[in-house]
Structures are given as structure tokens and as C-alpha cells.
DNA sequence: TTGTACGCGTTATCAC
DNA sequence: GTGATAACGCGTACAA
């Protein structure tokens, strides 16, 4: 692989000019510029990225983090991410967590070793405390409703979104209602818990650990939830769910059964995907490629970094 | 940031000597070793990764080429190549094209610069000749069903897949039998619509191009298709399509309008998704994550790379 | 077992 | 406009 010393000699220039004329650099003469760009094409030269990046201190490689791919709502943010990425010339680096720690530690550790210039919380397990300790390598930024501001964040009001949805669960007649997170531990998760625990409150209802389900996620959990609402002696009549997914196995699941719904079961989920569309299933719509974007804009503006809320939006379909 | 030199001096020992402690070498006395450690310690030493990179000319990172991340297919394609990529230690450089010729050049080009190690294309727009010309650069896996061997590849036999689904069809009794494809142009689809020919011949029926749908990728698409459906003359009882998604759009959709499954229109599609075992759809399972891993393998073993082509299963449910 | 010195390929500074 | 030359931070012959 030829470098930019040989493409010097051969074009009877040095180093520097070849280089100016590598980055469009002006202060060159265009007989200079020719032969450079003719020595090039005969060594078939193309420059060395890593080289360039210990050189210039960055990379335009960005990081994410997610838990998992295969999870809708973690795509689309990526889709977000690369759609934005894009437009500033960014690269991704994907890496997968399955919410381990450790994993996470080494994202941050890309991030303290150069390679990434920033890094992208989709989900975290790690601590606000660690992750805060690398803020000084690079920006980072958490898909999250985050009460802190030392780090920026992107989510919707998760809580308020979650007392929505039960408002309108109440109206529509329902005060044994149910919920599933995806992972209890998370922030957003603490957030829906605490809006559930406000709303059962306020309506006189006990707050009964055994109608808070976690870890549900997909099509699959939405169909055990529903074999296990019908062995439930104590029955919700709604359920506020994680997601599109985990709504459409209950549905699917509860129409074979022939359980009626809304009137017997009801059913309200969150992200609003095409699958939501398609079964009819009341949803609350998130612009989740939407935070992908606006994460990387947080990465791109180093003044006005903030915690923004987007705005969320229920659809009444035909499962309330 | 502390560099190794610093490490040396405070710890009273050569460079050398610092990069042995780092990269685990024998022959270095506890003592010293000890003393590197205590530097480094000290001014809160990390490695630079680029400089390493340029260094030693690898960088672990693997390239891989998708046009999108929320088809389920490709996602499934990474998540296998994520979870092989874990043992060898390497990590994940996303490329999302969009099938845009001039994305999948860059991700070439990341090749070229030695950015990457290697390159995975899940899906490719750009010719074979273009691609084979920067093997050189580092090995290229492609996730396709390709005639060629001077690039490895993965992938079922979609040829053989494709006929046995149409033969499965007829078995039920079907002759009138339409097919979807996710990107006419593409290599794995040749081989479907090769099929599709070959088994549309030995039943004497002519090939209808307006019953081959090309872009037939979502949940929406499958909507529309069986919307479409309603709208013909002349109306194929069976389809064999791209993926489940688009097979869950055309089910829904034909339920709603009361259409008899599978009697009136029957439905087999590929990949076998948690949706399809859902809504009883009648579907041709892939390795898909098989396939990532298998690519990932590829990369690893600079010897046997070849073609090789993993087994499919028939899965028989509610829509044939 | 340890240190010196050079190479990796590029950018940036500064003098001309 | 142009060219030396010094970084950038690390790995590694080679010598000792």
C-alpha cells in the first residue's frame, strides 16, 4: 500500500503538499495538484483512516449502545441515528448489550480510548455514576427520561405518557388494570411504575405487585401474558403495555380464545409501529426514530446540549 | 492524556518495557511490572486505539452492510454476526444503505483504508466485479446465494427453497400461484423468480408477469397486496412471499375482509418469525442468525472460506 | 530481561 | 505556494 511519502517522490513534491492536496487545501499550484493527483492514480493510493485519526485526535465513528437489535424500538432508533449520522458524515459503531454491564463498559471504553468520538445510551444498565466519569472523553447522550441534566437526554415524558394512557383506561370504564415493562430496573420503567402507582392512587385502587409484569418484550411474552390472564383468579380488565409487540401476541392470542375484547380484556400499548396499524391496536404513538435524530444533533452541537422531551400521541384504534 | 512515555518515565523503565506490562508479555521482572502498573495508576492511563490500530495495521472492527435495520431479516443477520462477533472480540461498523450503490462503496472504502478488517454484506447492490476488487484489501463475506467462489458466501439454497415451497403449493392443490420478492434485482431473488419459472413451466402455466410483486418487504406491503388481490380479474389462489411480515399483512388484511384461508387464497412466506408461529402462518424457516455467525467464522478462518449453503425447513401451519 | 530506535501514515507548524 | 520536520501514541526488531 503505497503512502503519501511515496506519492510525494513520485510527483516531485513533498509531503505537505500532498496532503494539502489530499484535504482541498488551497495554496497549490494546479501543475502540483495534477501531478499529485496523477501519482496517485498510478500507485493506486488511498489513505490510511487510522493513521488520520491518531493524527487529527477524532474519527467520525460514533457509538451506540442497545440491548438488542432484534427489539423494534432499539432499531428504530438506530434507523434515527443513521439517518441523522448520515447527513454529518458519521459512522456507527454498533455495540450489543443484552443490558450487560460489562459490555456497556467497554462502549465507554471505546469512547476513553479515541476511537469513537461519541457515544449513545439507546438503553442502559450501567449507572448514571460511572457513565458520568467518562463525560470528559466525549459526549454522551441517554435515550431516557432522565431527571439529571449533567448529561444530555432524549425520551418522551415517560410518566406523564404512562398516566395518559391510564386516564384514558379509566374513562373508558377500567380500574383493574394491569401493566409490563420491559425491564424493571431501567429509568423509563421506574417512571411508568411511578405514574401506575399515582394513578391507582388517586382512583382508590390497591397497587398489586402481581399485575405489574416485567420483562416483556415480544410477541411471544404478549402471548403468555394472556394464557396466564386466563388462569389469573383475580382478573384486570386492561392492560397498559411495553409495546406494539408485546400487545400483539396478547390480541392474537386473546381473539383465539375468543375472549372479547375491548369489553372483556382491553388493551393499550406503547410505540405505534406498523403492526399496531395493521391489528388495530390502541397505541401510544412515540417518535422513536425521531430521538435517534435529535441524539445525534446532540452530539453534533456542543453548546445547547439539554434534556428534551418529545411529544407523545394516543391512537384510539379498536383495542380499548 | 497520558501517553506511554509518560508511563516510562514515572515508572522509571523504557517504552518498551510499558507496551510488554500492556500487551501481557513475559519476560518483564514483577518489579517493574509492578511500577508500570502504579504509573498508569497514577495519571489515569488508557490506551489510544487508533494509535494501536495504525500500529499494528488491524483493528477489530467488522464491517457489515445492511439496507435496513428494522427488516427483520437483516436485523437477525447481525444479531448473529453480534453475538460471533463476541467470542473472536471484535466489533461492529454499521453501514445502512438503503440498497444505495454509492454507501456500499464507502463501506469499501472503509476496507481500503483499513478502518475495517472485513466486510459482511447481508444484501448488495453493487456489482460483483466492483466488490472483488477490494478483496485485497481484507476478506468480504456475502450473505447471498451466489454462483461465484472467489467470495465466500452464506446463505440457504433459495433456489431449492422456492421450489419446494411452490411444490408444497401445488401439493394442496394450487396452480394459480402468485409470488412476491423483497428487490427483483437482486441475487437471491433471481433465484426465487428462477424457480418460480422452472416449476410454472412443469405445470403448463404460463408466467404472468403482473403476478410476480416486486418491493414487498412489510407488514404494509402485505396490506396492500391482498387489497390488490381483491381487485384483480383474474385471481391467483396461493402466494409464496418475500417474508412473514408481508405474509401477517395479507393475512390480517384478508381476515378482516372474511377471504377463506386457506381454502380461497393461501399463503406460504419465509423466515419464520416469532409473527409467523403467532398468526399460524405457514412459512419456510432460515438460519438466519445461523447465517451471521457462519459469515463471522468466514472472516475468522483465513483457510476454508467457500460457499456454503445451510439447510431450510418446510413449516406446515394454518395458511397452505 | 531490558532499552534504543525506528516504523506505522497522516496532519500541523513554521520558516522560507 | 511550498517544504522540512515535529508531533500523534504505540509496537517491535535488534542490540545489549
Known amino acids: 500500500m503505497a503512502n503519501i511519502r511515496e506519492i510525494a517522490g513520485l510527483a516531485g513534491v513533498s509531503v505537505s503538499t500532498v496532503s494539502r492536496v489530499l484535504n482541498n487545501h488551497p495554496y497549490v499550484r494546479d501543475e502540483k495538484r495534477q501531478a499529485v493527483h496523477q501519482a496517485m492514480e498510478r500507485l493506486d493510493y488511498h489513505r490510511n483512516l487510522p493513521a488520520i485519526h491518531l493524527s487529527k485526535g477524532t474519527t467520525n465513528l460514533l457509538g ?21 449520522g448520515l447527513k454529518h458524515d458519521l459512522q456507527l459503531v454498533l455495540i450489543q448489550t443484552n443490558y450487560n454491564v460489562e459490555k456497556e463498559l467497554e462502549a465507554l471504553e471505546l469512547l476513553r480510548g479515541s476511537l469513537i468520538d461519541g457515544l449513545i445510551f439507546t438503553s442502559r444498565a450501567a449507572s448514571l455514576k460511572i457513565i458520568k466519569e467518562y463525560n470528559p472523553h466525549g459526549p454522551i447522550i441517554l435515550c431516557e427520561d432522565s431527571d439529571q441534566t449533567d448529561l444530555p437526554s432524549v425520551s418522551i415524558p415517560h410518566e ?8 384514558y383506561l379509566l374513562t373508558k370504564g377500567h380500574t383493574k388494570i394491569a401493566c409490563t415493562l420491559g425491564r424493571k430496573q431501567g429509568t423509563n420503567s421506574h417512571k411508568r411504575i411511578k405514574a401506575y402507582q399515582t394513578i391507582m392512587d388517586k382512583i382508590n385502587q390497591p397497587v398489586r405487585e402481581q399485575w405489574i409484569f416485567d420483562k416483556c418484550l415480544t410477541i411471544e411474552d404478549g402471548i403468555h401474558l394472556t394464557e396466564n390472564w386466563c388462569r389469573m383468579t383475580e382478573r384486570p380488565t386492561a392492560f397498559l403495555v ?21 369489553e372483556e380484556l382491553a388493551i393499550l400499548s406503547f410505540d405505534n409501529q406498523q403492526i399496531a396499524k395493521a391489528m388495530h391496536i390502541s397505541t401510544i404513538d412515540i417518535p422513536i426514530k425521531q430521538m435517534g435524530k435529535k441524539a445525534v444533533q446532540f452530539i453534533q452541537n456542543t453548546e445547547k446540549r439539554s434534556k428534551v422531551s418529545l411529544p407523545f400521541q394516543l391512537i384510539e384504534r379498536a383495542t380499548v
Chains 1, 2 share one sequence.
Open 64 to 84: 451506540v449502545v442497545l440491548p438488542s437489535i432484534e427489539i423494534p424500538y432499539f432499531g428504530n432508533i438506530v434507523e434515527g441515528i443513521a439517518e441523522e
Open 242 to 262: 411495553t409495546n406494539d409487540q408485546v400487545a400483539a401476541g396478547m390480541v392474537l392470542t386473546a381473539k383465539e380464545k375468543g375472549i372479547h375484547m375491548p
Open 160 to 167: 406523564k405518557a404512562f398516566m395518559d394512557g391510564l386516564d
